[in-house]
C-alpha cells in the first residue's frame, strides 16, 4: 500500500507541474515591448479549466486504483507460491510419497472471499495411496487456510506403477 501511495502522490505532483509550466511560460512573456500592445495571458479558466482539471484527477485516480490492483495481486501470488511450497515440501517430507510423481499447483484468487485452490496432479500405484496424498495435503493446509479447496486429480495406474517400480529396482540391482 505504501507504494501505492507513493506512485499516486508522485504523478500528482508531476501532473501539477505540466499544469504550471504553461503558465509560467505565458507570464513571462507579458511584457510589453515598444509599439506592442500588452496581451493577457491565456490560462484556462471556467468550465474549460475546471473539465481539465477533472480529467487529470481521473487519470491520477486511475493510476492508483491500477497500482493498488497490481498490488493485491503480487501479495496473492506470493501467498500461492508460499502455500505450494509448503504442500510440496510436506509431500516430499514423508517418505512414502517423496519418490511418486505428484505435483501441486496453487491458485489464489484476486477477491479475497474465495478460497485457494490447491490442484494435486500425478500417478499413484493405488486408490488409497491417492486418498492419503489428499487427505496429508488437507491436513497441511487446514491450519493456515481452512477455506482452501483441494482438487485431487491424481490418476490411480496400478500396472504402470508396478512396471516402473520393478524396471528400477531390476536396473538398479543389475547396475551393482
Known amino acids: 500500500m505504501n507504494r501505492a501511495m507513493r506512485i499516486t502522490s508522485e504523478t500528482f505532483v508531476l501532473t501539477l ?4 509550466v504553461p503558465t509560467l511560460l505565458t507570464a513571462q512573456r507579458l511584457g510589453a515591448g515598444p509599439g506592442q500592445i500588452p496581451t493577457s495571458p491565456v490560462a484556462p479558466s471556467g468550465p474549460l479549466g475546471i473539465a481539465m482539471l477533472g480529467i487529470i484527477l ?10 493498488i490492483l497490481s498490488d493485491i495481486a503480487r501479495r496473492h501470488e506470493e501467498q500461492a507460491l508460499y502455500l505450494q511450497a509448503h504442500v510440496s515440501s510436506t509431500l516430499s517430507d514423508r517418505p512414502h510419497l517423496a519418490l511418486l510423481p505428484i505435483a501441486a499447483t496453487v ?16 500417478r499413484v500405484p493405488t486408490p488409497k495411496l491417492r486418498e492419503t496424498v489428499g487427505q496429508t495435503v488437507f ?3 487446514w491450519a493456515t487456510w481452512p477455506s482452501a479447496q483441494i482438487e485431487n486429480r491424481i490418476v490411480v495406474e496400478p500396472y504402470r506403477m508396478r512396471h516402473a517400480t520393478a524396471q528400477t529396482f531390476v536396473l538398479g540391482h543389475e547396475s551393482k
Open 107 to 122: 491458485h489464489v484468487p484476486l477477491w479475497r472471499p474465495a478460497a485457494a485452490i490447491i490442484t494435486l496432479t500425478g
Open 17 to 20: 507541474l505540466l499544469l504550471a
Open 139 to 141: 491436513d497441511t493446509i
Open 58 to 67: 481521473a487519470i491520477v485516480g486511475l493510476v492508483g486504483i491500477a497500482v
